[in-house]
């Protein structure tokens, strides 16, 4: 006799069948592909004009473990991550938004075997997709330019999409709790900060240290730390800190937004 | 009541939804047969979209036992979706795709491979009339034609049981008739249909067999005839007097009839033979403005339970 097949343990969070959502994505961005190509463009502006014309003025600034880097290759892995970041609560917010209390996509597709867990994953699994793509254009142009000057940079792909995952997900269980457009306001409160005071543009030495410490505490700080450490090569424990805080932060926003979804959606 | 959750493709005892302190379904018996159209009639309220939503799995049931071909909403809710065609009360199209990718995608979301959700796609065109219309936008389609779409996506993955709530409900005469004659099809092919409604000429058309529900219960059970049969007479007289008359009839109308029931702008009197009301009240020198001899409808019934028309 053989023994029934086991079914898989289910895994934490949905299922295989969140893919279905994904596919979906690409079919609405198969009519309108232009606007992922534009996401592509904001980190470059910022690393052209920041990192290459404030870059000649600045010269060098001391880089991970304190050796004296270039300031475009500074800036340049401060921008991916950040860029990571905004793409991810892009998607995860407005957009994820409008699917939830407008357009009502969810609730019909609940009524199919995808789960709210499944959506969770599925839409926050596209927002990784899309932040891929924009990783990958950025790492190309990086080596044309010249900051490629490390095998460790192919990991900064990877530690991308992790800041792209842990946003989304923190972002999608914020917007669960919306309740109209103008809260979005808030979000931008949080991220426009960050995006200019996690040690992006400048190294964390020019703060007094209560504010360095609080800075440290952020999670785009970690985001920025992390690839910054693998672009120029300096790798060591506080890497795997950073990528444990990320890691950490989205696991619990999809928690919170698997939950959310049942509440909203199955009453 | 007959019926077990083994015999019954829907099975529900004592089912029962609560929000908070409101109760929306209060302890309702039910069983639906495999093959069966099986209606819940009722005013807006009654609890009808609570009731379907359960069965449909995505509203967790508060209190009660359902089960649907045997599986427990609680916990093999993918299980039963999957074999399940769900036309909600309003449309929830996906209006970022357009016709035919509505239907497609939705077969995605069944696990179907992508060649037979285009094969039924078309085929699903067909029947619902869009095939003219599978490039197009949701959004610019007229009300009829949306509902056919819903209609048609909830059936991509061939459901054996669909669940149709309020399924005409804004829908001008024409687009009802099409779409009752695209449901009588699929009973015809062997589909249960359980549908909402609060239009008793719906119900009457459609259902083998239904319940009417007022304020979170199920108040009587039966086929349309018998409900008619047990609940009111063969036939209604409807006298309609001129302005201020009805008000000083005081008895006149008295024995006439087996029942008589006085709306707003009108008296109804039930009886086998209407047309012999309607001259037993002649003969009593009442002058009614217009007199309507008809037959019994659910209307009727529903009036005669609980005192209010269906639609208010």
Redesign the interface.
């Given at each position: 006799m053989t023994l029934p097949l086991r079914v898989a343990p289910p895994l934490m969070f949905g299922s295989l069948?969140a893919f279905?959502l994904i596919?979906?994505n690409l079919?609405?961005y198969r009519?309108g592909w232009i606007v992922i190509v534009s996401g592509f463009f904001e980190p470059l502006f910022y690393l052209l004009s920041i990192g290459f014309g404030l870059g000649q003025l600045v010269g060098t600034v001391p880089g991970p473990g304190g050796t004296e880097i270039p300031y475009q290759l500074f800036i340049a892995p401060a921008l991916l991550a950040s860029s990571s970041m905004n793409g991810a609560v892009t998607e995860a917010t407005l957009n994820f938004f409008f699917k939830l209390k407008y357009?009502?996509?969810f609730?019909?597709?609940?009524?199919?075997?995808?789960?709210t867990a499944d959506i969770a994953l599925g839409e926050l699994g596209w927002a990784l997709i899309r932040g891929a793509l924009y990783t990958g254009g950025f790492l190309v142009v990086m080596v044309a330019l010249g900051l490629g000057v490390s095998a460790w940079l192919l990991l900064t792909l990877p530690a991308a999409l992790l800041i792209s995952f842990a946003f989304g997900a923190v972002g999608m269980a914020a917007t669960s709790f919306m309740r109209t457009w103008q809260d979005f306001d808030l979000i931008q409160l949080v991220v426009l900060p960050m995006f200019l005071f996690s040690g992006t543009f400048y190294p964390l030495d020019a703060y007094p240290e209560p504010v360095r410490l609080l800075v440290q505490l952020t999670p785009l700080y970690h985001g920025v730390d992390l690839v910054r450490s693998l672009a120029v090569g300096v790798v060591g424990p506080s890497t795997v800190v950073h990528a444990a805080y990320l890691t950490v932060m989205g696991v619990l926003g999809l928690l919170i937004v698997s939950r959310r979804l049942d509440k909203l959606?199955?009453? | 009541m007959p019926g077990s959750p083994e015999s019954s493709l829907i099975h529900a005892r004592g089912l029962t939804k609560r929000f908070g302190s409101f109760t929306a379904v209060d302890g309702v018996d039910f069983d639906v047969a495999p093959g069966e159209a099986f209606g819940f009639l009722g005013p807006n309220g009654a609890g009808k979209t609570s009731t379907m939503r359960m069965i449909g799995c995505v509203s967790p049931v508060t209190d009660g036992t359902l089960t649907v071909r045997g599986l427990d909403p609680r916990t093999d809710g993918p299980e039963i979706r999957a074999r399940l065609g769900v036309v909600p009360q309003q449309d929830t199209l996906d209006t970022e795709l357009t016709v035919r990718e509505n239907l497609v995608l939705y077969g995605r979301y069944f696990g179907l491979p992508r060649a037979e959700c285009g094969r039924r796609a078309d085929e699903l065109l067909g029947f619902a009339q869009l095939t003219e219309r599978q490039n197009d936008e949701v959004e610019p389609l007229s009300g009829g034609m949306k509902r056919r779409l819903t209609i048609a996506r909830a059936l991509i993955n061939q459901p054996d049981l669909l669940l149709l709530d309020e399924p005409t409900t804004g829908l001008d005469p024409q687009a009802r008739h099409l779409l009752w004659d695209r449901l009588y099809r699929l009973k015809q092919r062997g589909v249960t249909l359980v549908l909402t409604t609060h239009y008793m000429d719906e119900a009457e058309q459609l259902c083998d067999r239904l319940v009417v529900m007022d304020k979170a219960k199920i108040v009587a059970e039966g086929s349309p005839r018998q409900l008619i049969d047990r609940y009111s007479t063969r036939e209604v007289t409807e006298l309609r007097f001129g302005p201020g008359v009805q008000e000083r009839l005081d008895g006149q109308l008295d024995g006439l009839a087996d029942r008589i029931e006085h709306l707003a702008d009108r008296v109804l009197l039930y009886a086998d033979d209407g047309e012999a009301v309607a001259v037993a009240a002649h003969e009593r020198g009442l002058n009614p403005e217009t007199v309507l001899v008809r037959r019994s409808t659910l209307e009727d019934v529903f009036l005669r339970l609980t005192g209010r028309s269906l639609v208010e």
């Amino acid at each position: 006799m053989t023994l029934p097949l086991r079914v898989a343990p289910p895994l934490m969070f949905g299922s295989l069948r969140a893919f279905r959502l994904i596919e979906r994505n690409l079919y609405v961005y198969r009519h309108g592909w232009i606007v992922i190509v534009s996401g592509f463009f904001e980190p470059l502006f910022y690393l052209l004009s920041i990192g290459f014309g404030l870059g000649q003025l600045v010269g060098t600034v001391p880089g991970p473990g304190g050796t004296e880097i270039p300031y475009q290759l500074f800036i340049a892995p401060a921008l991916l991550a950040s860029s990571s970041m905004n793409g991810a609560v892009t998607e995860a917010t407005l957009n994820f938004f409008f699917k939830l209390k407008y357009q009502k996509t969810f609730e019909s597709i609940l009524s199919t075997p995808l789960s709210t867990a499944d959506i969770a994953l599925g839409e926050l699994g596209w927002a990784l997709i899309r932040g891929a793509l924009y990783t990958g254009g950025f790492l190309v142009v990086m080596v044309a330019l010249g900051l490629g000057v490390s095998a460790w940079l192919l990991l900064t792909l990877p530690a991308a999409l992790l800041i792209s995952f842990a946003f989304g997900a923190v972002g999608m269980a914020a917007t669960s709790f919306m309740r109209t457009w103008q809260d979005f306001d808030l979000i931008q409160l949080v991220v426009l900060p960050m995006f200019l005071f996690s040690g992006t543009f400048y190294p964390l030495d020019a703060y007094p240290e209560p504010v360095r410490l609080l800075v440290q505490l952020t999670p785009l700080y970690h985001g920025v730390d992390l690839v910054r450490s693998l672009a120029v090569g300096v790798v060591g424990p506080s890497t795997v800190v950073h990528a444990a805080y990320l890691t950490v932060m989205g696991v619990l926003g999809l928690l919170i937004v698997s939950r959310r979804l049942d509440k909203l959606l199955l009453r | 009541m007959p019926g077990s959750p083994e015999s019954s493709l829907i099975h529900a005892r004592g089912l029962t939804k609560r929000f908070g302190s409101f109760t929306a379904v209060d302890g309702v018996d039910f069983d639906v047969a495999p093959g069966e159209a099986f209606g819940f009639l009722g005013p807006n309220g009654a609890g009808k979209t609570s009731t379907m939503r359960m069965i449909g799995c995505v509203s967790p049931v508060t209190d009660g036992t359902l089960t649907v071909r045997g599986l427990d909403p609680r916990t093999d809710g993918p299980e039963i979706r999957a074999r399940l065609g769900v036309v909600p009360q309003q449309d929830t199209l996906d209006t970022e795709l357009t016709v035919r990718e509505n239907l497609v995608l939705y077969g995605r979301y069944f696990g179907l491979p992508r060649a037979e959700c285009g094969r039924r796609a078309d085929e699903l065109l067909g029947f619902a009339q869009l095939t003219e219309r599978q490039n197009d936008e949701v959004e610019p389609l007229s009300g009829g034609m949306k509902r056919r779409l819903t209609i048609a996506r909830a059936l991509i993955n061939q459901p054996d049981l669909l669940l149709l709530d309020e399924p005409t409900t804004g829908l001008d005469p024409q687009a009802r008739h099409l779409l009752w004659d695209r449901l009588y099809r699929l009973k015809q092919r062997g589909v249960t249909l359980v549908l909402t409604t609060h239009y008793m000429d719906e119900a009457e058309q459609l259902c083998d067999r239904l319940v009417v529900m007022d304020k979170a219960k199920i108040v009587a059970e039966g086929s349309p005839r018998q409900l008619i049969d047990r609940y009111s007479t063969r036939e209604v007289t409807e006298l309609r007097f001129g302005p201020g008359v009805q008000e000083r009839l005081d008895g006149q109308l008295d024995g006439l009839a087996d029942r008589i029931e006085h709306l707003a702008d009108r008296v109804l009197l039930y009886a086998d033979d209407g047309e012999a009301v309607a001259v037993a009240a002649h003969e009593r020198g009442l002058n009614p403005e217009t007199v309507l001899v008809r037959r019994s409808t659910l209307e009727d019934v529903f009036l005669r339970l609980t005192g209010r028309s269906l639609v208010e």
